[in-house]
């Protein structure tokens, strides 16, 4: 049932320092609204726990995508839209675009924001696992200064972060992946498109002259109450040449670090499958890549 309308505040800061000056003052009372994508269903729903609203849409800390030597720095009001239409992103982030453009319909892709995505911490969320598979940091900031975490270590338990109650998301920084590096991102849903991801998995790759694995992050979503990294799969990788002995202990690494559970979207076993199989199909390309070494596509 639609919520009763008067009964909520919106209020718009006009700087960033009167945002946070309001999570400092009544922290867990105020919340951010920014492209509203997720909060409007639950106040359609009579869902929405809290009242008092504050936009962060005006604030120009949170917006633009900054490229440095070693980063690309984006605005935690990045929108799907503007992550497809970043030259940067599309070049050198090719799963973080491939994620944008499976999430939502258009009208979505141009209000959601990454740093809603981050925020509502939804184990199904699309952008969280590219996020991950590229090392992601997450600025935090409050009336006390700024901060940065690890992606990595952003979600703690099923809609739980780390993020204080006085704190907004004002950036994600991610660094630039090595030229070669493979790319590996796969939504699997009922439907291609305008689907919750029943498995997401995202994961990159860089392999030496020798074809081992220097830098390997594998990361999944729908599988476990949080999107997370599959630390155990990876140290198994990790210095090592993928063969077809090794993609089956990896498969059995995966399904260690995983819980995936039924709900109304899929199975347990369903999901634990499709992660494994999806996993080797990552590490197939991988072999198949360092084949041909010239060849980066
Ligand atoms: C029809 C539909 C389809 C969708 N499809 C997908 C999909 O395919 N994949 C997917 O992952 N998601 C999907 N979503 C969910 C949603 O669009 C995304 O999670 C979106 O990125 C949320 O961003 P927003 O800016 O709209 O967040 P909002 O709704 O404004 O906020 C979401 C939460 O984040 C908090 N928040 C927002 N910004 C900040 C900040 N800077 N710092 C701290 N907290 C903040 C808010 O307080 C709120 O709790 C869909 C939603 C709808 C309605």
């Keep these: 049932m639609r919520a009763y309308l008067p009964a909520y505040e919106l209020t718009v800061p006009r700087t960033l320092n009167d945002a946070l000056a309001l999570l400092r003052d009544e922290p867990g009372v105020w919340q951010p609204f920014a492209g509203g994508t997720d909060l409007m269903v639950l106040l359609e729903a009579g869902r929405l726990d809290y009242r008092k609203f504050f936009s962060v849409a005006r604030l120009a800390e949170l917006r633009g995508i900054e490229e440095?030597?070693?980063?690309?720095?984006?605005?935690?009001?990045?929108?799907?839209?503007?992550?497809?239409?970043s030259d940067v992103l599309s070049r050198e982030f090719p799963m973080l675009g491939r994620a944008a453009s499976e999430t939502g319909g258009l009208a979505i892709q141009n209000r959601g924001t990454l740093g809603g995505n981050i925020?509502?911490?939804?184990?199904?969320?699309?952008?969280?696992?590219?996020?991950?598979?590229?090392?992601?940091?997450?600025?935090?900031?409050?009336?006390?200064?700024?901060?940065?975490?690890?992606?990595?270590?952003?979600?703690?338990?099923?809609?739980?972060?780390?993020?204080?109650?006085?704190?907004?998301i004002a950036r994600v920084r991610l660094p630039r992946p090595r030229e070669g590096a493979r790319h590996f991102y796969r939504k699997v849903g009922t439907r291609r498109a305008q689907a919750i991801s029943k498995v997401c998995i995202?994961?990159?790759?860089?392999?030496?002259?020798?074809?081992?694995?220097?830098?390997?992050?594998?990361?999944?979503?729908?599988?476990?109450?949080?999107?997370?990294?599959?630390r155990r799969t990876e140290e198994l990788l990790k210095g090592r040449r993928p063969d077809a002995e090794l993609i089956r202990d990896a498969r059995g690494a995966?399904?260690?670090?995983?819980s995936p559970i039924d709900d109304i979207r899929s199975t347990a076993r369903y999901r634990m499958r499709v992660a494994e199989n999806l996993l080797e199909e990552f590490l197939t390309e991988v072999i198949s890549e360092s084949r041909r070494p010239n060849d980066s596509s």
């Design 254 to 258: 995966l399904a260690e670090d995983i």
């Design 68 to 85: 440095s030597d070693a980063h690309v720095t984006l605005g935690a009001l990045t929108t799907y839209t503007d992550v497809r239409r």
């Design 202 to 230: 995202a994961a990159l790759a860089e392999t030496g002259d020798d074809g081992a694995l220097t830098v390997v992050r594998i990361a999944l979503g729908s599988v476990a109450p949080v999107v997370l990294r599959c």
């Design 119 to 168: 925020a509502n911490a939804s184990p199904a969320a699309d952008s969280p696992p590219a996020l991950l598979a590229y090392g992601a940091q997450i600025e935090l900031v409050s009336t006390e200064g700024a901060r940065w975490v690890e992606y990595a270590d952003f979600h703690t338990g099923y809609k739980q972060t780390l993020m204080r109650a006085d704190e907004l």
